[in-house]
């Protein structure tokens, strides 16, 4: 099982990123794919869920409107498109896969990519 994340970078505050979530080894469309984010000193935050089956988008209160995560099942990938962004969104990012009741805990979560970096700064 893989998940790659990839897409971070530095941007300025009202700028816009792409990230991407690569998925291999298992059955996509069994598991919903999660997108995290971490500070040091902090706990890892839900930031936005696609889930399996219909593939309904889920956000947390401080990126709804912002973000918009979509995802394609001929290539296995999920993606989070990141808009208006703030310094308050510099985070290291990841993407995970599990079958899910509750989208923003993470330790529902079964499977991990590492992170990619956002950094949100003039």
């Known amino acids: 099982v893989q998940l790659q994340a990839s897409g971070g970078g530095l941007v300025h505050p009202g700028g816009s990123l792409r990230l991407t979530c690569e998925t291999s080894?298992?059955?996509?469309?069994?598991?919903?794919i999660g997108w995290f984010r971490q500070v040091p000193g902090k706990e890892r935050e839900g930031v936005s869920c696609i889930t399996n089956g219909d593939g309904t988008d889920l956000y947390g209160p401080s990126v709804k409107g912002r973000f918009t995560v979509s995802r394609d099942t001929a290539k296995n990938t999920v993606y989070l498109q990141m808009s208006v962004l703030k310094p308050e969104d510099t985070a290291v990012y990841y993407c995970?896969?599990?079958?899910?009741?509750?989208?923003?805990?993470?330790?529902?979560?079964?499977?991990w990519g590492q992170g990619t970096l956002v950094t949100v700064s003039s």
């Open positions: 080894g298992f059955t996509f469309n069994d598991y919903a």
């Open positions: 995970a896969a599990g079958g899910v009741t509750t989208w923003s805990l993470s330790y529902e979560y079964d499977f």
